[in-house]
């Protein structure tokens, strides 16, 4: 079992996509074992995606992801962390898996509708950075 740090963006939220996001992680077989919705800090924004920082989209990054309000999902299955990037579709949509959220939902790379962490050690950090322990199920 495993556990990820999934979000929907600003513009997921804004676009009502969250109901569709939320069918498509349950139909999946994905135990949701975190959920809130919250408008991320900049600090926190600027940790979330401190592996960007010295990019040139780093500052228009964090204004968007900061600029309403988001849903952070906690997810819990076998291989989630992969399983979900696989659900996303690729960064740029135009290169998404068909069926894949980025491919149904979205059409630019900056404003792709999800988040999921890429790795074992972002998963943790996330999780940690979005949710207290007490936050989520046991
Ligand atoms: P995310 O972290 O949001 O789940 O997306 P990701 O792993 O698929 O992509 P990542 O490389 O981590 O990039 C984070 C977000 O930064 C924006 N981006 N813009 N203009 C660009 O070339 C560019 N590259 C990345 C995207 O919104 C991407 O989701
Ligand atoms: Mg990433």
Same mark, same amino acid.
């Given at each position: 079992?495993?556990?990820?740090?999934?979000?929907?963006? =600003?513009?997921?939220?804004?676009?009502?996509?969250?109901?569709?996001?939320?069918?498509?992680?349950?139909?999946?077989?994905?135990?949701?074992?975190?959920?809130?919705?919250?408008?991320?800090?900049?600090?926190?924004?600027?940790?979330?995606?401190?592996?960007?920082?010295?990019? =040139?989209?780093?500052?228009?990054?964090?204004?968007?992801?900061?600029?309403?309000?988001?849903?952070?999902?906690?997810?819990?299955?076998?291989?989630?962390?992969?399983?979900?990037?696989?659900?996303?579709?690729?960064?740029? =949509?135009?290169?998404?898996?068909?069926?894949?959220?980025?491919?149904?939902?979205?059409?630019?790379?900056?404003?792709?509708?999800?988040?999921?962490?890429?790795?074992?050690?972002?998963?943790?950090?996330?999780?940690?950075?979005?949710?207290?322990?007490?936050?989520?199920?046991?």
């Amino acid at each position: 079992m495993e556990r990820t740090f999934a979000m929907i963006k =600003p513009d997921g939220v804004r676009r009502g996509l969250t109901p569709e996001i939320l069918a498509r992680i349950q139909r999946k077989g994905y135990r949701v074992v975190g959920l809130k919705q919250m408008v991320i800090a900049r600090e926190t924004a600027e940790a979330h995606y401190g592996e960007h920082k010295e990019r =040139p989209f780093f500052g228009e990054l964090v204004d968007f992801i900061t600029g309403g309000p988001v849903v952070a999902i906690a997810l819990e299955g076998e291989n989630a962390i992969a399983g979900w990037r696989a659900m996303m579709g690729a960064t740029n =949509p135009a290169n998404a898996a068909p069926g894949s959220i980025r491919a149904d939902f979205a059409t630019t790379t900056g404003e792709n509708v999800t988040h999921g962490s890429d790795s074992t050690e972002s998963a943790a950090r996330e999780l940690a950075l979005f949710f207290k322990d007490g936050e989520l199920l046991a």
